[in-house]
């Protein structure tokens, strides 16, 4: 069956310091990948989308990798802040890029950053 | 600034009520999707619809839910009967014509008792 795990539920890390948040997927061939942002009691928000030939992708602070033979993204948030506390969501083409594209989100992964 | 209209933004019924969820997509997407959020489940596919037309709503309970577009304006989501298990926040989505990324509402929180 179809799987998008996000490698744990919570995340605490210092200021300053680098976030990792990972995205496994099974049993899918994604032409893109995305990822989202969501803040308690909000809608998720997008932030980046990278593609299956796209090995890396950057904004600002923000890094997402993509690997189609590991089956794997990573997120990585450098020079974290506390205001970068939020649940960080990826999310999955389940028509591999074709004009019906259909997301699916993985669970989350809850960042929080310490002062 | 546009962005995806929900309402109500929550909501609290007695079981065996009908609940009905409205959303008014961002002008200009042909593309809306229901979302449910648990904490159990995460966000899982309930239905979408592109131009209006259904193309997928294997997520949805069909016995209960039920999900339309009169028009591009609005998408509804009708729950009837409720049961205290729909209790969930649920998300109305939209995206643009040959974009990728979608735009999500604030959710409409449901609480059935």
């Known amino acids: 069956s179809q799987k998008i795990e996000q490698n744990s539920e919570a995340l605490n890390i210092q200021e300053g310091k680098t976030a990792t948040l990972t995205c496994n997927y099974t049993n899918y061939s994604p032409a893109y990948l995305q990822w989202y942002r969501q803040d308690p009691g909000r809608g998720p928000v997008f932030l980046l989308l990278i593609r299956e030939n796209e090995k890396e992708k950057r904004k600002e602070r923000l890094k997402v990798t993509f690997d189609t033979t590991l089956k794997q993204s990573l997120f990585h948030i450098t020079a974290s802040q506390p205001a970068d506390s939020a649940t960080y969501l990826c999310a999955l083409d389940q028509n591999s890029g074709g004009s019906n594209y259909k997301l699916t989100f993985g669970k989350g992964t809850l960042l929080t950053v310490n002062p | 600034d546009a962005r995806v209209t929900q309402t109500p933004r929550h909501k609290v019924t007695e079981m065996g009520q009908e609940v009905t969820m409205r959303c008014q997509p961002i002008?200009?997407?042909?593309?809306v999707f229901w979302y449910r959020q648990t904490m159990m489940q995460g966000l899982e596919l309930l239905a979408y619809f592109r131009n209006r037309a259904p193309l997928d709503d294997s997520g949805m309970p069909k016995d209960r839910f039920s999900a339309e577009m009169p028009d591009a304006t609005l998408a509804t989501l009708k729950i009837q009967p409720s049961e205290p298990r729909d209790s969930a926040v649920y998300f109305c989505a939209s995206g643009g014509q040959g974009r990728n990324t979608i735009y999500f509402g604030e959710g409409s929180w449901l609480t059935v008792v």
């Open positions: 002008l200009g997407h042909n593309t």
